[in-house]
């Protein structure tokens, strides 16, 4: 092969190779190739404490520390009746009184409950069936204001009893147990039971039945009426039904010039 041939030839070899290099990065530029896909993972939603119920809170039932607990809670699932931990404190819900049955683990509800001082609290704490009925007091009937909402009484009725002698001019008078184990609800206006001194009182409010009700107003037209508190012992505790003195309690009569 001559060297004009052999020259020829190489030429020929450099320029498709360098045709076939610019093929290549038209090619490449035209058609890049394909990066590896970066899943991005959806943020944690943030989670907000609110007030549940730490067991089964049937209608009526007077709020303690214990009955409620904070519980984490997505916040894209929060609505406006939740109580949130960040702007409440459980000390603000005791006392209050669960209008309708929450369920253990449920959100409380600001419309699910009713606090001391609210319009249709006393409606709340009223036991199903019961009635609340006032009196009036003063600190010698009412026990030197050391009787408290939430205290068990008795109720005595002092009243005078007519002589069978028309020409007689002593006045006799009797106290008997009108009613027992009857529940204070509120003293005056208040139904906290939780002071650090007497309350002097000059209504006190009592939850007693229908029929009860009926006693005690004929009670308060026939004489004085009295508290007598009773005891917190275990034995006291348990479910009396209030009963009339005709049943149970005794007359202790007394005569007076």
């Given amino acids: 092969m001559s060297a004009r ?67 984490p809670w997505p916040d894209n699932a929060m609505t406006p009746g939740y109580i949130v931990q960040t702007k409440a404190k459980i000390a603000d819900f005791v006392g209050a009184v669960v209008r309708r049955g929450i369920a253990a683990g449920e959100p409380i509800q600001a419309t699910a409950i009713v606090k001391p001082g609210e319009r249709g609290f006393l409606a709340a704490v009223l036991k199903p ?26 109720i005595l009725l002092t009243h005078a009893i007519a002589d069978s002698n028309p020409d007689s001019k002593t006045t006799r008078r009797a106290t008997e147990t009108v009613l027992e184990n009857v529940r204070v609800l509120a003293i005056n206006q208040t139904l906290d039971d939780v002071k650090d001194k007497p309350v ?32 917190l012992a275990k034995e006291d505790q348990t479910a009396i039904d209030p009963v009339a003195a005709s049943a149970t309690g005794s007359g202790t009569a007394e005569g007076q010039p």
């Fill in 129 to 154: 069936g019961m009635r609340a009925i006032s009196i009036g007091i003063n600190e010698t009937s009412g026990v030197a204001g050391l009787v408290l909402p939430g205290d068990r009484v008795d």
């Fill in 200 to 231: 002097p009182g000059k209504v006190a409010t009592l939850e007693v039945t229908p029929k009860q009700a009926e006693m005690m107003a004929v009670a308060v037209e026939l004489g004085r009426i009295q508290l007598s508190l009773r005891s």
């Fill in 5 to 71: 041939s052999l020259i020829l030839l190489i030429a020929a070899v450099l320029i498709a190779g360098t045709a076939a290099y610019i093929t290549r990065s038209v090619i490449n530029a035209r058609h890049p190739a394909p990066q590896p896909m970066v899943v991005q993972q959806a943020p944690e939603p943030t989670r907000s404490g609110i007030l549940v119920a730490a067991a089964n809170l049937p209608t009526g039932t007077l709020l303690k520390p214990e009955m409620m607990k904070w519980q």
